[in-house]
């Protein structure tokens, strides 16, 4: 062995133990202020940024093309070593910081603050451009130039006060409404410790269990391996979080076992990436990004969570009702019977691994904060795994979940940071409120155009990032504009979630779709078309919830009873129409009756509504009698 071939081994080796003690550091800490409790928030929200920007430098290349056994370049080295001191500072100054007055001649800002933030504000652009490519990192320059040059515009809805770079700087670093705002704080609060939650459950096995308790359900019905997608994916994506995540997870078992079946390599990526997108809204732990809704909407998260169970329930189950007429339209079988796991050996083996999420939801429900749930849901993990050897967290699983925890949390952390640059520009310059202005002026005062156009916004703004992005991107003008109508703030900040969440599925970027293509080796834009197809659900939930906001568990049981079943019961005759399909093929006259009926059922007035049960009825008698005449010949 060379010197130079030796000195990079040992260098590796080294990289490689320094980025496990500075991730298994991160998940240290956010489990220790999970049960001791967190520090003033600087410290809290600081320190962990701090970490992320390490292990984000030491683990992603500054080149995509770099290969991923490469040696850390000297120049990354430079950047962690310019990390430490530069965030560092407010880690370790946060009572001078809460104490000081941000903005006036009392704390004028040093040269020391000033070079410090700098260095700040590019060292979290590079990481963001790293982990998520140029979009995010174009969108906060803007709101930077715009913040320091905005008083020059000749708009004058655009146009603001003069703020100076020493002002810029001030707020976007020294206080908490910039990068260290509330995104970051709910992040670096909540979010890690349910991604740490998340790894430790990955580690037991729990994506396993699922998919083989998912299969042991429904993988021998028709069509079962996409119904076997469903399952997993709402109970592994309620764990993960992330739909992305979960795609890879739960779609390496279900798109092979789909196409061995018989599914197009579309249709099989196309369902994986629903399902899985459809995880970030299904309890009792959602997506990152319900927790950052909670604090924006002033709402416990449990509530959050038990209010989301209707809508989640409903896109599931419309994806179930489509697969199933998929399945008997084009003879799609499941897996054999004798392939087909025994529910009784799949839940010897493993039920036990559903414990620490009912532990989880147990806690939520009985008034635990989420911090101290995902704490004891953690412990409880451990504890549970050693009842099977197979499922047993030892001491080096322990300190691989904690390692992943840490990694998986990098993006979420610096995705919040960099989000905090736009939200601070947005909230300095007033350009939210404005904005706000300009989608109502835009609609001419018409509510549905609104709503289409904050939608279309959540949409755009959110393609190629992941959805704590879009919502926080787009919660800051679209959130203000749908208030100002009268629209509840939980509900208008449920409306951007859920319209936040479509970006991942809805061309021309849409970065579920690419996986679940990637995965079953097939086109992207038939990926996609089958996706679009597939979610006539997905893309009514949001309107719905305006329109009925019963389905949030919002007004009196029987409005709530109504409004869900006349809605399920509809969903279920748009779906039949866009099929084509039913008990039988439906003819041109019959899809057209299924469409009508089912938007009358959805249509929030009761009279409407009406019409739909009497046409349902007559598309029900029309229906049985095709089928007596069939079965005569």
Known sequence: ??????????????????????????????????????????????????????????????????????????????????????????????????????????????????????????????????????????????????????????????????????????????????????????????????????????????????????????????????????????????????????????GQFTIPMMKRLGYKPSIAGAIEALASNGGQMMPPIMGAAAFILAAYSGVPYVEVAIASLIPALLYFGGLFWFIHLEAHKTGLVGIPVEEKPSIIKVLLKGGHLVSPLLALIGCLIYGFSPVRAAFYAIFFTVVVSWLR????????????????????????IVTCATVGFVIGGFLITGLGLNASSAIISASGGNFIAILFLVGLACIVLGMGMNTVAAYLLVSVVGTPALTSQGIDPFVANMFVFYF???????????????????????????????????????YMLPFLIIFAPSLLLIGDPATIALNTVAITVGFIFIISAIQGWAFAPLSLVTRLLYAITGACLIWPSLTVKAVGIVSAAVAIVLELVKRRRATAL
Not at 500 to 515: D, G, M, Y
């Open 1 to 250: 062995m060379s010197v130079f071939t030796k000195s990079v081994f040992t260098k590796s080796v080294f990289t490689k133990y320094l980025i496990r003690f500075v991730a298994v550091g991160m998940s240290s800490f956010h489990i220790y202020t999970a049960y001791f409790g967190t520090f003033y928030p600087y410290t809290q929200r600081s320190f962990p940024v701090m970490l992320s920007l390490v292990l984000t430098f030491l683990t992603v290349r500054a080149r995509k093309d770099a290969p991923d056994d490469a040696p850390v370049p000297i120049y990354d080295w430079a950047l962690v070593a310019l990390t430490i001191p530069v965030i560092g500072y407010v880690t370790f100054n946060s009572d001078y910081l809460a104490n000081r007055w941000p903005m006036t001649s009392t704390f004028p800002v040093t040269d020391l603050e000033i070079l410090f933030g700098t260095i700040a504000a590019l060292l979290i652009l590079e990481a963001t451009r790293r982990l998520l490519g140029w979009l995010l990192v174009i969108v906060a320059v803007v709101a930077l130039i715009y913040t320091y040059w905005g008083e020059h515009l000749p708009f004058l809805s655009l146009k603001h006060r003069v703020y100076t770079f020493e002002h810029m700087l001030d707020y976007m670093y020294l206080t908490d409404n910039g990068i260290w705002g509330i995104a970051l704080g709910v992040a670096a609060t909540y979010i890690v410790l349910f991604i740490i939650f998340g790894a430790f459950a990955e580690k037991a096995g729990v994506a396993e269990f699922f998919i083989d308790f998912s299969n042991s359900i429904a993988g021998h019905t028709m069509g079962g391996p996409a119904k076997v997608a469903i399952f997993s994916s709402a109970l592994i994506g309620s764990v993960t979080g992330s739909t992305v995540a979960n795609v890879y997870t739960t």
């Open 389 to 412: 050897k197979e499922t047993r967290i030892g001491p080096k699983e322990f300190i691989e979940a904690l390692e992943l925890g840490a990694k998986s949390s990098i993006l979420i």
């Open 500 to 538: 936040a969440l479509l970006s991942h599925i809805t061309p021309p970027v849409c970065l579920a779709i690419f996986a679940g293509a990637q995965i079953a080796g097939a086109g992207i834009w038939e990926t996609a078309f089958m996706g679009i197809k597939m979610s006539a659900v997905p």
